[in-house]
């Protein structure tokens, strides 16, 4: 992932700010692509979920990246993705508390 000190030395050299950007972009598709590498390709969907999702210049570079690496999977994204992580927590959070209900319940008794 592209350092604080790599964005700095890059504006001292007179980097472009586009350039930066997608530089940036294309270290965080690189560590995201890293595990579809390494599985391989399984064919399938690549669905992108959480605050990124829905950005644009993220997933054209992953599927830069992706195109480079030879996993041949196609990116999509739905205009909630970006709710995933929300959601999956609310879900975790009510499943918390319902269990630490029933042990408080069960002490209590």
């Not at 030395?9 to 997608?22: C, D, F, P």
């Not at 579809?36 to 999702?53: E, F, N, Q, R």
């Not at 992706?66 to 927590?89: F, M």
Request: proline share 4%; aromatic share 4%; charged share 20%.
């Amino acid at each position: 992932m592209l350092a604080e000190t790599d964005v700095i030395s890059m504006v001292s050299r007179g980097t472009s700010a586009s350039n930066i950007l997608k530089g940036i972009y294309l270290s965080m598709a690189d560590r995201l692509a890293k595990p579809l590498k390494t599985v391989g390709s399984i064919g399938g969907t690549v669905l992108m979920t959480g605050g990124l999702a829905l950005d644009e210049g993220l997933v054209a570079a992953m599927q830069e990246v992706l195109r480079r690496e030879k996993v041949p999977q196609p990116i999509r994204n739905h205009p909630d993705s970006i709710y995933a992580g929300a959601i999956g927590a609310v879900l975790w959070g009510a499943f918390r508390h319902e269990r630490l209900a029933r042990q408080t319940e069960a002490v209590s008794a």
